[in-house]
């Protein structure tokens, strides 16, 4: 009786230090010392392509995706569109509203995001936490959203976003963002 009660404390134990050590656990200073430095102003501006995959309570692929994106800024205002083709047919289209703000501090608003994201960008590293409520053919659903994108030397930007309802975890987005081909050089 003793044995499985020391069990049990332990299950819980780890269960509670779990977070200290998980993706939630990130913070931007962990990054401070990387490079290549990731502004948004510059490493958010012009034509994208981004392809990625969504991830079930599973971990199984439940949805994958093309992206289109768009970055225009003036100053420390700026906008990104993002225009998304999903592999099952669906479109979706999202205009992000980014206002830069001091120590690498920003804020981003959105249509379908509840009240003000907010993010900050240090090193190599972004990270922007906000609630998104679902489309209505995906259940309305809000959800506490956590991205991280980290810029590689090449330009590329790896984004790995975590969704939470409830403080549980429903969903995770893996996607890249590269800077999209210049047609008119390629004619």
Request: proline share 4%; charged share 25%; hydrophobic share 40%.
């Amino acid at each position: 009786m003793k044995l499985l009660l020391a069990l049990i404390i332990l299950v819980l134990l780890l269960l509670l230090l779990r977070p200290g050590f998980g993706f939630r656990a990130q913070r931007p200073s962990d990054y401070a010392n990387t490079g290549p430095a990731f502004d948004i102003r510059k490493h958010l501006s012009g034509r994208f392509i981004s392809e990625g995959m969504i991830y079930g309570p599973t971990g199984r692929v439940v949805s994958r995706f093309v992206a289109e994106m768009t970055g225009e800024w003036e100053g420390d205002s700026g906008t990104l569109s993002e225009d998304f083709q999903y592999a099952g047919g669906g479109t979706q289209a999202r205009k992000w509203i980014l206002t830069a703000g001091p120590d690498g501090a920003f804020t981003a608003e959105a249509d379908d995001i509840i009240g003000t994201g907010r993010g900050q960008h240090s090193g190599a590293s972004v990270r922007l936490d906000y609630r998104i409520r679902l489309p209505e053919d995906g259940g309305g659903h809000v959800l506490d959203v956590t991205d991280w994108m980290y810029l590689m030397e090449n330009g590329t930007i790896m984004n790995r976003s975590e969704m939470r309802k409830f403080g549980v975890k429903v969903a995770e987005l893996i996607a890249t963002i590269r800077p999209a081909p210049d047609t008119e050089a390629e004619q």
